[in-house]
Every structure is written in structure tokens, then in C-alpha cells.
């Protein structure tokens, strides 16, 4: 049986996010956003860490088991392409936990360490 990818596109996950999270390198930052999504749906911490960004990155991460990540909904980006250095993906992800309903809003920065895009912060946490 194929699982279908939570983040949205409709691919089978290893066809879709799966690959970023065996370790291929994500073409855009919307495609390494839709990634990251995917890894807290599934629990994949080792993702998360991986693809972000050294200077912001936690030492740990511990992801709450009893968070349901139900839906990706991308509003907007900007830049991030294979031939941007840096982009924006805005984003709302919709969760259940304890029974409610929540929704995650955050503009996103991303950019490249490596050659690799990697998750930089909330646009709005940014430093000048």
C-alpha cells in the first residue's frame, strides 16, 4: 500500500517528501518547508535538525507525540528557487491535540548552508 505524502502534493511520500527526509537535497525551500512538515506529521526529528540552519538550530528537539498534524496549506513565497541563495514560504499547518483544533500561521525564512536549503526561522525573528 503507498502512503500518500501529508504535505499536500498528493505524491506518494517517497516519491514526494520522503526522499528530503532520506537525506536528498530539497530543490526549493518550499519543497524543504513541505519536508519539514512532513517530518513533525511523522515524528522524523533527526529532519528537523538536519535542515536547519546551524546558527538557529536547537540542541534537541523533542516533538509532542499527541499533536495530530492534519493539513499543509501554503499562502505564499517568495524567492527560493534552485537559483535563489535565500526565500519565504508563508504557510498555516493544521493540527489537533487534546480534542482541538489549531492552526500554526508562520512566514518562514530559509536559505542555503552548503549548497543545501535549510530552515532559518520566523521572517519576523529576524535580525537586520
Not at 546551524?54 to 496549506?73: E, S
Not at 535563489?84 to 491535540?97: C, K
Request: with cysteine; aromatic share 10%; proline share 7%.
Amino acid at each position: 500500500m503507498t502512503t500518500t505524502c501529508p504535505c499536500g502534493w498528493g505524491e506518494p511520500l517517497e516519491r514526494c517528501c520522503g526522499r528530503y527526509l532520506a537525506g536528498e537535497p530539497a530543490p526549493t525551500a518550499e519543497a524543504l518547508m513541505r519536508s519539514r512538515y512532513t517530518a513533525f506529521a511523522l515524528g522524523d526529528a533527526g529532519h528537523l535538525l538536519r535542515s536547519w540552519h546551524p546558527r538557529t538550530r536547537p540542541a534537541d528537539l523533542d516533538l509532542d507525540p499527541g499533536v495530530q498534524w492534519r493539513r499543509l496549506v501554503v499562502l505564499g513565497s517568495t524567492a527560493g528557487s534552485p537559483f535563489d541563495d535565500t526565500g519565504t514560504v508563508e504557510f498555516e499547518a493544521h493540527y489537533r491535540q487534546d480534542g482541538r483544533r489549531g492552526v500554526q500561521r508562520e512566514d518562514s525564512l530559509f536559505g542555503r548552508v552548503g549548497g543545501r536549503w535549510v530552515y532559518e526561522g520566523p521572517v519576523d525573528n529576524q535580525v537586520a
